[in-house]
């Protein structure tokens, strides 16, 4: 049976990972320090005998005892107003804490995959986004220390790969959405969601011609499953590429919650990317992947999950 340690476990992606190598007849070991994640996104695992959890910040000396086959490091802080909040422990998460996981890798002979994002392309200057593009990040800006974090942890990781001989895969994952996104995490298919449940406007940040690509959770979780298993060492891209911008997308929430609430507009945060969309030539060409669940039934099964909630859940504040 392979061993799989899964960092970010009890987050929204972490948890869907764990579900997916439970699945394929994984030993699973969940990692996480709960800071934005949350034990009910595991709670159906803990009477399952091949998954473990490990309550840890990864950011300090990481061990796990016996043989580990793979690796998946996904913790981190990754909504904007979670990074913002808590911006030493993204930039230490990213740097420190990938560090602990690749001399993991190395001192297990383990395979790692590292969670990027599309953030290291920052205001993306070209459209769409292919993998050769450098970005165009303010490294001092409010979000830098997201993607600066990022951007670190994949140097680091080639590093380890050209230098150790590690086996490495990096995927850079594009806006990715589904059930067990944390109501309250500021991005902005909870916001709309929880807007739309409590009978509120829904707040468009600037005057939402700002574009996003939204991925299902599912696709997102069968292109890392892919990719973790491929020979293919460069950064691959992740995402569905069904461009809307953000004032057509509330519309589209308010249709499908069969709500009618009024659209209602806020100051643009700073450094908040115009435009992106993931060019995913190379994914279809090395993985043979591309997403099948398109937005309306994807946003439907993830408005089917927020309708669950308990409307304490629903107005319980965060921040
Ligand atoms: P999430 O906040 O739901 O999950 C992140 C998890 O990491 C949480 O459970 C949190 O408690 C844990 N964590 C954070 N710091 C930790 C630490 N120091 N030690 C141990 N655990 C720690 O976010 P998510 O959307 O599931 O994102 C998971 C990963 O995917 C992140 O690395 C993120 O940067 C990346 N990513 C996600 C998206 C997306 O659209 N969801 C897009 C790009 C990249
Ligand atoms: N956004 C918005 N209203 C909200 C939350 C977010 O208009 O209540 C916008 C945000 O400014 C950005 C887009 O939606 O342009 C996606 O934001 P999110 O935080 O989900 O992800 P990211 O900016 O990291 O892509």
Known sequence: MK??????????LGSHLCDRFLKEGYQVIGMDNLITGDLKNLEHLFKNEHFEFYHHDVSTFVHVPGRLDYILHFASPASPIDYLKIPIQTLKVGSLGTHNLLGLARAKGARILIASTSEV??????????????????????????????RFQESITMAYHRYHGLETRIVRIFNTYGPRMRL???????????????????????????TRSFCYVDDQVEGIYRLLLSDYVLPVNIGNP????????????IKLTGTDQKLTYRPLPQNDPLQRQPDISKARE?????????????????????RTLTSEELNKKEH
């Open 121 to 150: 392309y920052g205001d993306p200057l070209v459209h769409p986004q292919t993998e050769e593009y450098y970005g165009n990040v303010n490294t001092i800006g409010p979000r830098g220390v997201y993607d600066e974090a990022k």
């Open 3 to 12: 061993k799989i340690l899964i960092t970010g476990a009890a987050g929204f």
């Open 184 to 210: 309250n995490d500021g991005r902005v298919i909870p916001a709309f969601m929880g807007q739309a449940l409590r009978g509120e406007d829904l707040t468009i940040f600037g005057d939402g011609s700002q």
């Open 286 to 306: 090395i993985l043979g992947w591309e997403p099948k669940v398109d937005r309306a039934e994807g946003m439907k099964k993830t408005f089917e999950y927020f």
């Open 242 to 253: 069904n461009e809307i911008t953000i004032k057509d997308f509330a519309e589209e929430i």
